[in-house]
Structure formats: structure tokens, C-alpha cells
């Protein structure tokens, strides 16, 4: 007996649909945002601890998505952070370390291949908006590295003649790029009040323009950093002063790139990632952010320096209101970027793994590192991590003590202590508060191996050790 022509032609749409579902990821990968916050602590965002600041829109991004409660900066500092998360390298290995300044005369090599540059192949329209900070002169641009256009500073935004520790004519006047032309020569303290809401615009109408290819957005928020600044449609909102104004227009702008996303109907098509460079910058009291529990903050290798918040959000792939604990880097986000949207990863090598079980299964997948590595200075290797465990090896840090914290702007100056080789169970212990060094001598010693790998590799300047595997950064010529 015949098949009713009413099923066959039922189960003809089904494999013809179903075909199609199948061929999706390779004829159109899912658009990417990545959100990086300057200098935003752990505990600044509700869903990380933050009491007194109300931020909705990442609290929304987490509840229909994942948290990672263990994830890093590679460095504690701004240019270094900003070249591991691009290139998913130590920044060590890339040549770049602490934050290039206006006098800098390298940047990023143009040799390295950034995230944007791993996904054009595939077909993706890329934009960067806000601080880029590898490399101000034009061979160093983000339209050098892959990028289709870049609204923002070339660094961050207390370089600039109002820098309240900077001796006069030690910064020129702070310039705002589009693409590779300055379109504001001297970005003044009632233009950076618009700079959040001006690079929330530009990245809506990067969605609006790019809403039916594939596309790659990499919005670098300049606030939290100092010199604080809010838009004064949003001002004197926030319980916590000027900083829980400037997370909240933050919280404001991730609202403005959900509302784009669900009004051209590609919401559940696109991956939404939301972290930072490094931890708060706590010499400047209250206007600074927090890292909750964790100890110290930028510029240090304890976990408040270089632990982030980190969540993604991608409907229909990663499960709602999930969280995973295991240990993960900004130099894993290139690699797994790749993986999502089928790409080729760079001809050289990279430190970064691929990620994608902690965001798709976070209840059972483990980490893929055995070991991470803090940097920090000139190339010192201070710390690392295992599993559960941290090994401080011995070196000079930054501290405010028992101090009273500054107010109004103005930061307080870090004494310098030294720590010894020290170890911590980050599970039980994650303020780093009780050394476990001498009673587990059998874990130091196996961590001491990892140590001993990294130095072979990237170096390290606290024992004299040249690194073999690393590549120089990008250099202007020469000046006959």
C-alpha cells in the first residue's frame, strides 16, 4: 500500500529540514561578541558579589548563561591582558608586557594573528570599539589586525594632560580614532563622559549594518579605569557613588547590545561573552571597584589582580543559569572562538585551548590546562596554577595595607613586601590567606615542574632565565 502523499511529502521537509539544520554551522557560524571592561574588579557586577551596584543586564546575561567563577587575565595590566585575549598567547610570548604608553614606538607584530583575523576566513564582519592599547601608529591599528573598522583610544584614558601624577607636557593631548583617521585630536573630560554611551551606539549599528553575515564585535569598554566618567543621563544613580554610576552604564550598554540582538531576531545566533582586562586598581579607593573576597588587585599576581568575572551567554547551546569552577584564561578565548565558528587556528604557536565544554557543559567538563601561568614586570614569573592549587613563587608585590582608602580620584601610593614560595588550596582558601607550603612539600615540589617548564619556555627575570620560545613584538623602523 502506497505512502499518503500528505507523509511523504511531511517526511521530505523533515530530512530537507533537517539537512539544512545540519549544514547551518558550516554555511553560517554564529556572530561573537566579546564585552572587555577596563579594570573592573570581581565583585563589581551583582552576580559576582557586588552589594551596593545593580547590574541587571550582565545578572541576565548570567542567568541565561554561564558564569565561570575560575576564570584569569593572563596579566594583571592593560596592553599584556589586551594581546593575550586577542592572540590566545601569553603576552610574554608576543613581546608585550605592562601598558604602552604614548612614547611607545611597538605594538602588536603583524606577524601574530588576532581573533579577528582567524575568523574573516569564515566569512565574519569585524568591528572593534573602544580601547585598543597594542600599538598606537597606524601599522599597529586594529584595521592593521584584522578589523573592518575601530571606533576608540589608542590607550587608556588617563593618558592624557589631565592626569593628576603626570608632570606637565608628559602626555600629549589624548586622541579619538575612527578607523585610521583622528576625528577628535583632544578628547576633553565632557567628551569622556560620552565614551561609554558613544561606543554602545557604534556597536548597535555595527549589529544593525551586519545582522544577516556572520560577524565578530569586540567592544573594550575604557571604564571602570580611571579617570571615571558617565554620561549624564546617567548620573547620580547609583548607591556606590561615581563607580556604581559607571558599572551601571556599563550594565546599561550590555542591555543595548541584548535589545539589538532580539530586535533583528539573530538573539539565539549569537554567542555573548562579558569579562575584564584585570582586577580593580585599588589605590584609588572609591573610585575603584572591588575583588571581593580575593586578595590585592591590578598589578599583582594574587588571585584579585588577575581572577575576573567571566560569563557567556549563547541561548539554545550553553545551559541557563550554569556556573563552572574550573581554572580557564582570556588566551583560551582564540582557540575556542575558532573551534565555534570552524576556523583554521594561526600557523604559529599559541598558548590558548579550546574551552567549549566549560561553556557547553559546564556540570561535567574539567579544565584542559595543566597548569596556568601569572607574569608580570619584565617577563618575572610570580605564580601559577594547578587544579586546585596556587604556588606563589618568590617575588616583590604591591600593597596598600591596612592604609585608609583614597577618595575623590586621588590614589594613595603601594608599599612593596615580599612574598616567598608559598602555596594555597584555591577551593577551600580563595583569598589566599593561609600558606600551605611547609605542610605539603610533596605538592610544591610537583608544581616546582610546571615552574620549571614555563622558564624553559617564556623565561623568566626573577632567576635569569632567557626565554626560547618567544617572538619579538612589532617594531617601527628604524630612524636613519
Given at each position: 500500500?502506497?505512502?499518503?502523499?500528505?507523509l511523504?511529502?511531511?517526511?521530505?521537509?523533515?530530512m530537507?529540514?533537517?539537512?539544512?539544520?545540519a549544514?547551518?554551522?558550516?554555511?553560517?557560524?554564529?556572530n561573537?561578541?566579546?564585552?572587555?571592561?577596563d579594570?573592573?574588579?570581581?565583585?563589581?557586577?551583582g552576580?559576582?558579589?557586588?552589594?551596593?551596584?545593580?547590574?541587571?543586564?550582565?545578572?541576565?546575561?548570567?542567568?541565561?548563561?554561564?558564569?565561570?567563577t575560575d576564570?584569569?587575565?593572563?596579566?594583571?595590566?592593560?596592553?599584556?591582558?589586551?594581546?593575550?585575549?586577542?592572540?590566545?598567547?601569553?603576552?610574554?610570548?608576543?613581546?608585550?608586557?605592562?601598558?604602552?604608553?604614548?612614547?611607545?614606538?611597538?605594538?602588536?607584530?603583524?606577524?601574530?594573528?588576532t581573533?579577528?583575523?582567524?575568523?574573516?576566513?569564515?566569512?565574519?564582519?569585524?568591528?572593534?570599539?573602544?580601547?585598543?592599547?597594542?600599538?598606537?601608529?597606524?601599522?599597529?591599528?586594529?584595521?592593521?589586525?584584522?578589523?573592518?573598522?575601530?571606533?576608540?583610544?589608542?590607550?587608556?584614558n588617563?593618558?592624557?594632560?589631565?592626569?593628576?601624577?603626570?608632570k606637565?607636557?608628559?602626555?600629549?593631548?589624548?586622541?579619538?580614532?575612527?578607523?585610521?583617521?583622528?576625528?577628535?585630536?583632544?578628547?576633553?573630560?565632557?567628551?569622556?563622559?560620552?565614551?561609554?554611551?558613544r561606543?554602545?551606539?557604534r556597536?548597535?549599528?555595527?549589529?544593525e549594518?551586519?545582522?544577516?553575515?556572520?560577524?565578530?564585535?569586540?567592544?573594550?569598554?575604557?571604564?571602570?579605569?580611571?579617570?571615571?566618567?558617565?554620561?549624564?543621563?546617567?548620573?547620580?544613580?547609583?548607591?556606590?557613588g561615581?563607580?556604581?554610576?559607571?558599572?551601571?552604564?556599563?550594565?546599561?550598554?550590555?542591555?543595548?547590545?541584548?535589545?539589538?540582538?532580539?530586535?533583528?531576531?539573530?538573539?539565539?545566533?549569537?554567542?555573548?561573552?562579558?569579562?575584564?582586562?584585570?582586577?580593580?586598581?585599588?589605590?584609588?579607593?572609591?573610585?575603584?571597584?572591588?575583588?571581593?573576597?580575593?586578595?590585592?588587585?591590578?598589578?599583582?599576581?594574587?588571585?584579585?589582580?588577575?581572577?575576573?568575572?567571566?560569563?557567556?551567554?549563547?541561548p539554545?547551546?550553553?545551559?541557563?543559569?550554569?556556573?563552572?569552577?574550573?581554572?580557564?584564561?582570556?588566551?583560551?578565548?582564540?582557540?575556542t572562538?575558532?573551534?565555534?565558528?570552524?576556523?583554521?587556528?594561526?600557523?604559529?604557536?599559541?598558548d590558548?585551548?579550546?574551552?567549549?565544554?566549560?561553556?557547553?557543559?559546564?556540570?561535567?567538563?574539567?579544565?584542559?590546562?595543566?597548569?596556568?601561568?601569572?607574569?608580570?614586570?619584565?617577563?618575572?614569573?610570580?605564580?601559577?596554577?594547578?587544579?586546585?592549587?596556587?604556588?606563589?613563587?618568590?617575588?616583590?608585590?604591591?600593597?596598600?595595607?591596612?592604609q585608609?582608602?583614597?577618595?575623590g580620584?586621588?590614589?594613595?601610593?603601594?608599599?612593596?613586601?615580599?612574598?616567598?614560595?608559598?602555596?594555597?588550596?584555591l577551593?577551600?582558601?580563595?583569598?589566599?590567606k593561609?600558606?600551605?607550603?611547609?605542610?605539603?612539600?610533596?605538592?610544591?615540589?610537583e608544581?616546582?615542574?610546571?615552574?620549571?617548564?614555563?622558564?624553559?619556555?617564556?623565561?623568566?627575570a626573577?632567576?635569569?632565565?632567557?626565554?626560547?620560545?618567544a617572538?619579538?613584538?612589532?617594531?617601527?623602523?628604524?630612524?636613519?
Open positions: 500500500m502506497p505512502f499518503p502523499r500528505a511523504v511529502l511531511g517526511a521530505a521537509w523533515l530537507a529540514a533537517l539537512a539544512s539544520l549544514a547551518a554551522p558550516a554555511s553560517r557560524p554564529p561573537i561578541i566579546v564585552v572587555f571592561c579594570d573592573l574588579g570581581y565583585a563589581d557586577v552576580c559576582f558579589g557586588a552589594s551596593k551596584i545593580r547590574t541587571p543586564n550582565i545578572d541576565r546575561l548570567a542567568k541565561e548563561g554561564v558564569r565561570l576564570f584569569y587575565a593572563a596579566q594583571a595590566v592593560c596592553s599584556a591582558s589586551r594581546a593575550a585575549l586577542l592572540t590566545g598567547c601569553y603576552p610574554n610570548r608576543i613581546g608585550i608586557a605592562g601598558a604602552l604608553g604614548p612614547g611607545a614606538r611597538h605594538g602588536l607584530n603583524p606577524d601574530e594573528r581573533i579577528a583575523e582567524v575568523l574573516k576566513p569564515r566569512g565574519y564582519a569585524t568591528g572593534a570599539v573602544g580601547k585598543w592599547h597594542l600599538g598606537h601608529h597606524p601599522m599597529f591599528l586594529p584595521t592593521r589586525h584584522g578589523f573592518d573598522e575601530w571606533l576608540g583610544l589608542p590607550y587608556s588617563d593618558m592624557w594632560p589631565y592626569h593628576p601624577e603626570a606637565k607636557g608628559s602626555y600629549p593631548e589624548l586622541p579619538l580614532f575612527d578607523g585610521e583617521t583622528v576625528v577628535d585630536p583632544e578628547v576633553t573630560p565632557d567628551d569622556q563622559k560620552t565614551l561609554t554611551t561606543y554602545t551606539e556597536a548597535v549599528r555595527f549589529i549594518r551586519h545582522r544577516d553575515q556572520p560577524f565578530f564585535l569586540y567592544l573594550a569598554h575604557a571604564m571602570p579605569h580611571v579617570p571615571l566618567f558617565v554620561s549624564d543621563a546617567r548620573s547620580g544613580r547609583s548607591r556606590a561615581l563607580f556604581g554610576d559607571v558599572i551601571g552604564e556599563i550594565d546599561w550598554s550590555v542591555g543595548q547590545l541584548l535589545d539589538a540582538l532580539r530586535r533583528h531576531k539573530i538573539d539565539e545566533h549569537t554567542l555573548v561573552i562579558f569579562t575584564s582586562d584585570n582586577g580593580p586598581w585599588l589605590s584609588y579607593g572609591d573610585h575603584a571597584g572591588s575583588a571581593g573576597p580575593l586578595r590585592e588587585g591590578k598589578g599583582t599576581a594574587w588571585e584579585g589582580g588577575v581572577r575576573v568575572p567571566f560569563i557567556a551567554r549563547w539554545g547551546r550553553i545551559p541557563r543559569d550554569s556556573v563552572s569552577h574550573q581554572p580557564a584564561m582570556t588566551i583560551d578565548l582564540l582557540p572562538l575558532a573551534a565555534i565558528a570552524q576556523a583554521p587556528l594561526p600557523p604559529h604557536r599559541i590558548g585551548l579550546d574551552i567549549r565544554p566549560l561553556l557547553l557543559k559546564p556540570a561535567e567538563a574539567t579544565s584542559p590546562h595543566d597548569a596556568l601561568w601569572f607574569y608580570y614586570n619584565n617577563n618575572e614569573l610570580q605564580a601559577l596554577r594547578s587544579g586546585r592549587w596556587k604556588l606563589i613563587l618568590p617575588h616583590a608585590y604591591r600593597t596598600l595595607g591596612s585608609t582608602p583614597a577618595t580620584g586621588t590614589p594613595i601610593k603601594y608599599s612593596q613586601l615580599k612574598a616567598g614560595t608559598e602555596l594555597y588550596d577551593e577551600k582558601d580563595p583569598g589566599e593561609t600558606d600551605l607550603a611547609s605542610l605539603k612539600p610533596e605538592i610544591v615540589a608544581l616546582q615542574e610546571h615552574v620549571e617548564k614555563a622558564r624553559a619556555d617564556l623565561g623568566d626573577l632567576t635569569g632565565r632567557t626565554p626560547t620560545g617572538r619579538p613584538a612589532g617594531k617601527l623602523p628604524s630612524t636613519p
